[in-house]
């Protein structure tokens, strides 16, 4: 399994509080992605990096951030949390973005925001 | 604008009979195609892809696909499917990004 960790895996937090996700790999992938899953959505691109310091807007990135200071590390903020960003959260890293590279993905984190 | 569709959202099978699981694409320019499995759980790992070549694609668990150009499809096949084999199943279009289906959840009756 690629190594790919997230953390925290579960977290419960009120509206209006910001929230820190992080996604940490070990495998040295340029690429690092942020997704939510949601039933009857799939799964839909929040931001990507493709660099240190290099991150870029995917297709539902309104209320969210994001931060790559080290290759390893890739971090989404939601600023003011609220609760139609309760979703499940997976990070995937990729070592190209050429169209047939192969993404793996996390555990997930399970956010709830009440 | 590539997008994918997946027919069904959840396919009921008894165990040890064959599953089909639909996918349809569109897109203005060739593609590469995939199908990931997400396990209760987990996140997201990849079955099998197409990128060219032979239009049968074998993957890992005994799960294969076809791509037809023609049809804009590439539905995925097992020809006996095991109760480890509940998961939800997605299949994804690349031509500059990569867009996920919906999910095809697989309900295996004992």
């Known amino acids: 399994d690629a190594g790919i960790t997230q953390s925290p895996r579960h977290k419960v937090t009120e509206t209006g509080t910001p929230v820190t996700l992080r996604c940490h790999q070990t495998?040295?992938?340029?690429?690092m992605y942020w997704y939510r899953q949601d039933p009857g959505h799939g799964l839909r691109l929040i931001h990507y990096?493709?660099?240190?310091?290099?991150?870029d807007k995917g297709e539902v990135s309104d209320g969210y951030s994001v931060s790559r200071s080290k290759t390893e590390d890739f971090l989404l903020t939601l600023e003011s949390a609220t609760s139609s960003q309760t979703s499940v959260y997976f990070c995937?890293?990729?070592?190209?973005?050429?169209?047939?590279?192969?993404?793996?993905f996390g555990p997930g984190t399970r956010l709830t925001v009440l | 604008a590539q997008s994918v569709t997946q027919l069904d959202s959840q396919v009921p099978v008894f165990e040890e009979a064959p599953v089909e699981l639909r996918c349809n694409y569109s897109?203005?320019?060739?593609?590469?195609l995939f199908w990931y499995v997400q396990y209760p759980n987990q996140g997201l790992q990849l079955l099998l892809k197409?990128?060219?070549?032979?239009?049968l694609v074998k993957g890992i668990n005994g799960f294969e696909a076809e791509f037809n150009k023609s049809q804009t499809s590439f539905h995925l096949r097992k020809p006996s499917v095991h109760i480890s084999d509940t998961a939800e199943y997605f299949c994804?279009?690349?031509?500059?990004?990569?867009?996920f289906g919906k999910g095809t959840r697989l309900h295996i009756l004992p």
């Open positions: 197409y990128l060219s070549g032979s239009t």
């Open positions: 897109s203005s320019v060739s593609v590469y």
């Open positions: 495998e040295n992938h340029r690429y």
């Open positions: 994804a279009v690349s031509d500059d990004k990569i867009i």
């Open positions: 990096s493709y660099g240190v310091k290099d991150t």
């Open positions: 995937a890293i990729s070592d190209n973005q050429v169209p047939g590279d192969e993404q793996f």
